[in-house]
């Protein structure tokens, strides 16, 4: 009997999602649950699947499919991912017909709240299309729906996370400790303040850092800049994904196992006193989900510099006693 598996998202099999922060890590999933597929063949073939691999952190589950089908199923293209590209969000509807959603890639970073591997489309979504394909104009996959807040997985790193499922049985990650936006996403007249104030045009601004993590250890704090990763320039954190993943996959090719460490070389502006810098951090090669939690640390007075608040709408965080600060209505956090 021909075997085949199944991608799809894990929401398909959660149970429970107590919290709107992904990063706290407290959403829990039903694996024994039982998942039914149903083919769109002259027969409408229901069959029941078994779950293979399913990760926390990317959402992603994999399901083991035997069936006799006789219908050959083509296997999809895929193409990389573009901000702005017109695309098409394929889904069903409660009767399994067809629904069909058309809009564009939005130029906009995941919230405080979501992950970083999230891209966003504006168009409103069908909510049963969860796990549906995006596809562009060409009929190349450009991701898949993953949120119901029009948010998707790119293909680049879908196909990333599934390379390592084949070639280790698990989805490795490296945890950084922190949460990010891009710079390269904010609206202009932003970007041309942090020009000018910082003398950075592109990187990840530093949203957060985990209590107790390598950054934090290192003088990393909220506000900082990170520009480059092992001397590679990082505009937003679907590259910064790619990277982990890249760096994972190279190391465990090595030899190297779950659990053992990485040494990363970080480009960085530290907001605090206006330097830039290279710091060299040791993180963890893991398979389990990247938790982030708020992080307390002083900040002395000679740490800090004076904001230039001139303006009123630029306020560059120079010392904070939490690597926390307020959030706007969206769940972003507002550095400048």
Same mark, same amino acid.
């Given at each position: ?11 398909? &099999? ?22 039914? !597929?149903?083919?769109? %063949?002259?027969?409408? @073939?229901? !069959?029941?699947? %078994?779950?293979?691999?399913? %990760? $926390? =952190?990317?959402?992603?589950?994999l399901f083991k499919i035997s069936t006799n089908l006789s219908a050959q199923i ?25 629904? &069909?959603?058309?809009? *564009? ?6 919230? &405080? ?17 969860? +796990? ?10 450009? +991701? ?21 499922? $084949? ?25 041309? $303040? ?22 934090? $250890? ?6 900082d800049i990170i520009k480059s990763c092992n001397g590679e320039n990082i505009y @937003? ?21 779950? +659990? ?13 006193? +206006?330097?830039?810098? @290279?710091?060299?951090?040791?993180? *963890?090669?893991?398979?389990? !989900? ?9 900040? @002395? ?9 001139? %303006?009123?709408?630029? !306020? ?5 006693? =939490?690597h926390e600060i307020a959030d706007d209505e969206d769940g972003d956090i507002d550095?400048?």
């Amino acid at each position: 009997m021909p075997i085949g598996t199944i991608l799809t998202s894990a929401l398909v &099999i959660q149970s429970k999602s107590p919290s709107i922060d992904e990063w706290l890590a407290t959403d829990e999933y039903a694996p024994h649950a039982e998942v039914r !597929v149903h083919f769109m %063949d002259k027969t409408d @073939t229901t !069959v029941v699947v %078994d779950l293979l691999h399913y %990760d $926390k =952190h990317y959402n992603l589950a994999l399901f083991k499919i035997s069936t006799n089908l006789s219908a050959q199923i083509q296997m999809p293209s895929f193409t990389n991912e573009q901000f702005a590209e017109e695309v098409f969000v394929l889904g069903r509807d409660e009767d399994r017909n067809l629904t &069909i959603d058309h809009g *564009n890639v939005v130029c906009k970073g995941p919230s &405080i709240f979501k992950r970083h591997h999230y891209m966003f489309i504006s168009c409103d979504t069908n909510r049963l299309g969860i +796990g549906g394909p995006v596809i562009n104009l060409g009929g190349q996959v450009a +991701g898949m729906v993953s949120l119901p807040e029009k948010a998707f997985i790119p293909s680049s790193i879908i196909l990333k996370c599934l390379q390592m499922w $084949k070639s280790f049985n698990y989805i490795p990650r490296l945890h950084v400790g922190m949460k990010f936006s891009a710079i390269g996403l904010l609206d202009l007249p932003q970007r041309e $303040k942090v020009s000018c104030k910082c003398d950075v045009d592109d990187g990840l601004i530093v949203k957060q850092v985990s209590e107790g993590s390598v950054a934090e $250890k290192l003088g990393v704090r909220c506000g900082d800049i990170i520009k480059s990763c092992n001397g590679e320039n990082i505009y @937003t954190t679907i590259e910064l994904e790619n990277f982990l993943l890249d760096m994972c996959k190279k190391h465990l090719d090595g030899g190297n196992s779950i +659990g053992s460490s990485v040494d990363l070389s970080i480009g960085i502006f530290h907001v605090r006193n +206006g330097s830039h810098g @290279t710091i060299k951090m040791t993180v *963890n090669v893991s398979d389990d !989900v990247e938790v982030i939690t708020k992080g307390i640390c002083p900040v @002395t007075a000679a740490d800090c510099t004076v904001a230039d608040d001139d %303006d009123d709408d630029f !306020v560059v965080i120079q010392g904070e006693s =939490h690597h926390e600060i307020a959030d706007d209505e969206d769940g972003d956090i507002d550095f400048f």
